[in-house]
């Protein structure tokens, strides 16, 4: 018989500040955070409003607005006039994109030395264990994950 001990919440975000950490530091050398990659990533795939991509990056309006703001100081992205008088669209700049694709090698670094420090074998069962757990936890139908 199995004997669970330890709080499985605890373990995950220690795991999750340590593989977050390591991202951070090879991040860094690109002058970006990891949110801030993530976010050129989302704007790098063309043209949307703020309401869409807050929606796609599964965070709020406000934070959205707060995260955006460095990037469009840098000028890695633009808010632009949306398709009637109302609304805005967000637009990655040529030194986005550029900016983006540096931060897309160092987080290539990134993945590769934490296969490296792992082992592909571990990797992929972390991968494979944590797919089949957000399966199992994933809330039925009804969309609950998106808030």
Not at 101 to 122: I, M, P, S, V
Request: aromatic content about 4%; charged content about 25%; hydrophobic content about 40%.
């Amino acid at each position: 018989e199995l004997k669970l001990q330890g709080c499985t919440n605890l373990k995950l975000r220690q795991l999750m500040r340590r593989v977050a950490h390591h991202y951070d530091l090879e991040m860094a050398k690109a002058g970006l955070k990891t949110t801030q990659y993530s976010l050129l990533s989302f704007v790098l795939r063309g043209p949307m409003r703020p309401g869409e991509l807050a929606r796609d990056m599964k965070m709020s309006a406000s934070t959205l607005t707060r995260n955006l703001k460095p990037l469009i100081d840098a000028g890695w992205i633009e808010l632009t006039a949306g398709s009637d008088g109302r609304s805005r669209t967000v637009v990655l700049t040529a030194a986005g994109r550029a900016k983006r694709d540096e931060a897309r090698a160092r987080w290539k670094t990134a993945q590769e030395q934490l296969n490296a420090l792992l082992g592909a074998e571990r990797v992929l069962a972390l991968h494979t264990l944590v797919n089949e757990s957000l399966e199992l936890l994933s809330p039925t139908e009804s969309g609950a994950d998106d808030e």
